[in-house]
């Protein structure tokens, strides 16, 4: 039958209280996703801030396949299309941002799992390995293991963070803190003592429910850490752009003391 290849061993190890941690993938060449597979604990596609093709899509997802590593996709809205495909693609587990209510939460579990436990359509091409392992044993199996979250980055979405919890079939929850303060009208102070409290609150209120909590978030490793102490167990930090520039300028720094005058021996 077709294999679920990483979504297992990511659970699993949030299960067992392993801090996990990914990165964000925005550029479209799928070598992105196959260097960096073998470093993180699951990889975090975004469809929402990068203008990704469904080809580039497909082919990341081939590479985290070949690696054997957790793919999860953030679409760009809480959209059965969007998700649909992400999933047929062979998406392990998806991201839905910007949720604000509760019916859009039960929409989005629904689209992720076919009858009867939800709404799914059929037609998992990748997944299946086009339609050689299909069927009713492969539907059972993928409502079983696929990871579902939404990202909690709005005031309406905390207001409504107890029936949301209370949807079945719910995995995660993702802090989106950035957007969170702004939506508080704290724009980008994400330490100010209420986005704390709301980071703390969301946290304890979903892994007293049984669900998991990740977020989302800049490479700031300090900030990462503090959100692990305040509950996060799954945290996407920083991605492939920053990557790319962030040992440039740290490298940079450190030579600038030679461009001075005086500053070679």
Known sequence: ??????????????????????????????????????????LWIDLEHSPMSPEALSGHLLAARGKQAPALVRVGMASTAAIKGALDAGAEGIIVPQVRTVEEVRQVVDDCRYPPLGRRGYGPRVPTGYFRHGG????????????????????EAVEALDDI????????????????????????????????????????????????????????VAFAHRMAQRGVQWLQVGGDCVYLYSFFDGMRACFNSLNRPGGAA
Do not use: Q, W, Y
């Open 1 to 42: 039958m077709a294999t679920t290849f990483g979504i297992d061993r990511f659970r699993s190890n949030l299960r067992a209280g392993k801090i996990c941690l990914g990165a964000s993938i925005t550029f479209t060449d799928p070598l992105v996703t196959e260097a960096l597979a073998d470093a993180v604990d699951f």
């Open 136 to 155: 009713r044993e492969f539907a059972d199996r993928a409502n079983e293991t696929i990871f579902v979250s939404v990202m909690i980055e709005t005031v």
């Open 165 to 220: 919890l209370a949807v079945p079939g719910l995995d995660s929850l993702v802090i989106g803190p950035m957007d969170l303060s702004f939506s508080m009208g704290l724009g980008a102070d994400l330490e100010h003592p209420k986005v704390v409290a709301a980071i703390e609150m969301i946290a304890a209120k979903a892994r007293a429910a049984g669900c998991f909590v990740g977020a989302g978030m800049g490479t700031d």
